[in-house]
């Protein structure tokens, strides 16, 4: 049996736009659900919004391990407003790269997954457990029509699964002259805020002080300027202590200063360029995103309404993070959470770990895994909210000028072909050995 490898499946995919809102999802997981009944799976659709279907499958195993959800998203954000070297949905090769909206959110990842079904089935791989794979719709926008409906509506889908495997994690922090690759066991709760200030308005014509627009100048100075409160938990202790164990006594003087509140500015410091992913692991984060204010050119207006994405720290709440934002910004700034995601469990099980860190030792052995608290908030959360374990783990083998996380959602998104393959191996030796 014949099966496409995958960088052929990422290249088609990231082809067939899918950027959600809308979402467009059709062509994508209609080409998905082909290449898979080709290979001999019977796949289900579930569909809460027409023309959007989530696709469900399974890999049977020997029934002598619970099953084990792999997962994956085909909608993509847009790219308005950027600056691309190739035209995003076509799928350019350039010096080995694979560029496209998609290559790194999640495209390649989904194509890791459905080349590594089709790959086991027609080698007759048959796994301790089954493996079910979902690819569902509307992650970029949350999941209702997506992991959130799947999960309400279809729960009978994930009965008996206590790990997933899926977004985010699996490739390289270069740091402190190592190579970490991170797998994922956790991601910090996203929450959506609207801050709203009030100040007398009137006819723009008019001499005016202390409007609103003034407070909104005030308080985004502050949220600018001020850090946010530091945090340790159990989990960045963990990540921060490995990693320590594994540089040089400088560095590990420097590494063991951030989990001292007393230390953590100065060692923070001395980290220099990328320090903004080790203070993200101890504070929660509340940008502004959107202003709305006014709405005629000759009228001052009386209220500012600023949106705030909040990513907080596993063990803590969005009423938490509302509190410390009153005591920084005072008390005539009205706060209200408008949306949250599941709040983070502070615990991991660490079950399949080792089984996955002895995968990327094997197949790269100049990096050294660590478990990693990420900042984005994939569907993840909502399958640890339903009682499994996520592991972030799509392995990357990424040189260090392709940082995921600054490429994602933004122009000029590209993977090494190269990547995609050792991921591919990587979920393959996983089926393997479950």
Known sequence: MTYSSAAEITK?????????????????????????????????????????PNLVTRLPGAGQRPPLLFYGHTDVVGVEGQQWDFPPFAAVESDGLLFGRGALDMKAGVAMLVHTLLRAKAENLRPAGDIILALVVDEESGGAAGMQYLLSEHP???????????????????????????????????????????????????????????????????????????????L????????????????????????????????????????????????????????????????????????????????????????????LLGD?????????????????????FDTLAAILIELDPTGIPIPYLFNESPDGRLLEDAGMQNYGFLPMNLPPEIDLPSLIHGPNERVPLAAIQFGADALYELLKRY
Do not use: W
Request: hydrophobic share 45%.
């Open 12 to 52: 088609k995919l990231i082809t067939l736009p899918t950027v959600n809102p809308p979402g467009n999802e059709l062509a994508a997981q209609e080409y998905l659900q082909a290449l898979l009944e080709d290979g001999g799976f019977a796949v289900q659709r579930f569909t809460m919004t027409a023309d959007r």
């Open 156 to 234: 009978v889908i994930f009965a008996g699964v206590e790990h997933a495997i899926g977004e985010f994690g699996g490739f390289p922090l270069y740091a402190f002259g190592r190579k970490f690759y991170r797998i994922g066991v956790s991601q910090k709760q996203y929450a959506h805020l609207q801050l709203r200030l009030h100040a007398p308005g009137g006819h723009g014509s008019l001499p005016a002080r202390n409007t609103v627009l003034a407070k909104l100048g005030q308080a985004l100075v502050k949220l600018d300027q001020a850090a946010m409160p530091y945090h340790k938990t159990p």
């Open 236 to 327: 960045v202790e963990h990540i921060i202590s490995l990693m320590a164990d594994n540089v040089s006594p400088p560095d590990q003087e420097i590494l063991r200063g951030l989990l001292d509140p007393e230390t953590f500015a100065g060692s923070l410091a001395a980290i220099g360029p990328g320090q903004e992913r080790f203070e993200s692991l101890f504070r929660d984060t509340a940008n502004p995103t959107i202003v709305r204010v006014g709405d005629k050119f000759n009228v001052i207006p009386s209220a500012v309404l600023v949106e705030i994405d909040a990513r907080i720290l596993p063990g803590r709440t969005a009423a938490d993070v509302v509190a410390e934002l009153q005591a």
């Open 332 to 352: 005539d700034v009205e706060i209200e959470i408008l949306a949250a995601g599941p709040t983070t469990k502070p615990t991991v099980d660490y079950t399949l």
